[in-house]
């Protein structure tokens, strides 16, 4: 991706899209979820199971979707536990890739810094290898089912599975309570609308977050019960299902990593400390730096899954991974190792790893109407399965339909 030329990067794959018939598929009855050979590396699901067999078609290809917020610069914790992730899914799954842009609303922010992040977390998206002739990219905003399915699946949802949300706690504790927004509570609605507005299979997600699938989950299920099968039929309907059920999708490596200044905390946008976190578009000098400052600790050698140890634990994990090594081969290398001697070794691996990101991001950034096309053709791409998906629930639950013929 780093490689290929922007005239080339804009040309979507139109052939391919058109023979998914998406805009029929989810008027017929579902088939139930079957395993699916994972092929990404490093992945795991309930419901995934090794086999010989050929990759299968587009319109077989079960479908994946995620996204990351715009606030706030992206950082090495959302490339290595979801943008990175996703490059090794697209050619295995149908995917979609999108800017979480009505999630960054939910806090106090910057109307102009929102805009202007949109935009660069687009171009990063693309920039770390997101192919646009496998995967849509598209802002949230700009598919305004998301918002309507949102209302939609609000009405059902019993407000104390929101007040259990992790969260909603912890942020609201720090907004003082009574003066947090409403759309504190209710963005996990919105996380499950973006979820099943797709009929999803699988949603990538670190241990973090898979409160809100199991929320998206049971939101699905309930939609269904109370809504399809043959009271969907009876109102004219395909009945069966509305939603698919989705599944998590974990990676096995990278899936959180935690701050540079506290092993037991995971790498966040919101932490006040920039020496918390490794940014995307972080100079040289700037990542040398900060691995130099990184807290560590003063038993001798290093070592993966050290309870003790966490610090130790997380900036190994980052080098494997960046470094492209076996778990095995990052132990024997760093076993004997001090603090003195890693922290170069990981800093150069890092900056060896991300300058071409680098590059091709400011590449993208330099041409505006390159990357309106794209964010434009997979809002578009986007918006044939999501009407599908909101014409089947606004008829199953009894709306009125423009054009009835009731």
Not at 110 to 133: F, H, M, N, P, W
Not at 166 to 178: N, P, V
Not at 224 to 238: M, S
Not at 286 to 305: N, P, Q, V, W, Y
Request: charged content about 25%; proline content about 5%.
């Amino acid at each position: 991706m780093a490689h290929t030329t922007l005239s080339h990067l804009v040309t979507l794959s139109s052939s391919r899209f058109s023979r998914l018939g998406h805009s029929t598929r989810f008027l017929r009855k579902p088939t139930p979820l079957s395993p699916v050979p994972l092929t990404g590396d490093g992945f795991r699901c309930c419901c995934s199971a090794a086999t010989d067999e050929p990759s299968p078609s587009p319109s077989a290809m079960k479908r994946v979707v995620s996204g990351v917020q715009p606030t706030g610069s992206v950082h090495l914790g959302n490339y290595l536990g979801a943008i990175k992730n996703w490059v090794a899914l697209q050619d295995t799954y149908e995917t979609l890739f999108f800017i979480v842009d009505l999630h960054a609303i939910t806090l106090p922010y910057d109307t102009q810094e929102l805009r202007k992040s949109t935009r660069d977390t687009a171009a990063l998206y693309l920039a770390c290898g997101v192919d646009i002739s496998k995967a849509s990219v598209f802002v949230q905003s700009h598919v305004r089912a998301h918002s309507e399915l949102m209302w939609l699946l609000s009405s059902s949802t019993p407000i104390g599975w929101l007040q259990k949300m992790t969260q909603f706690k912890e942020k609201s504790r720090k907004e003082g309570g009574e003066n947090a927004a409403v759309a504190l509570l209710t963005y996990p609605v919105l996380m499950a609308s973006d979820i099943v507005l797709y009929q999803s299979d699988f949603v990538p997600v670190g241990d973090d977050q898979k409160q809100h699938i199991e929320l998206a989950r049971d939101l699905a299920q309930r939609v269904n019960n109370l809504y399809g099968g043959r009271k969907w039929k009876k109102l004219g309907g395909r009945g069966g299902s509305i939603f698919k059920i989705p599944e998590p999708l974990i990676p096995q490596v990278g899936a959180r990593v935690m701050s540079l200044t506290d092993g037991l905390s995971k790498m966040s946008k919101s932490a006040p400390s920039d020496q918390s976190r490794i940014n995307l578009l972080d100079s040289k000098d700037l990542i040398a730096d900060k691995i130099k400052r990184c807290k560590t600790d003063s038993f001798a050698g290093l070592e993966f899954d050290n309870a003790e140890r966490p610090e130790c634990n997380n900036l190994l994990s980052v080098y494997q991974i960046v470094s492209g090594k076996t778990k095995e081969e990052v132990i024997e290398e760093c076993k004997d190792m001090s603090w003195g001697s890693f922290k170069p070794l990981l800093a150069d691996a890092l900056i060896e790893h991300l300058s071409p990101i680098q590059v091709r991001y400011q590449e993208i950034t330099a041409d505006r109407a390159y990357l309106n096309k794209v964010l434009s053709d997979g809002a578009d791409r986007a918006t044939e399965i999501a009407d599908a998906t909101l014409y089947n629930l606004r008829q199953a639950m009894g709306f009125y339909m423009r054009d009835s013929s009731d």
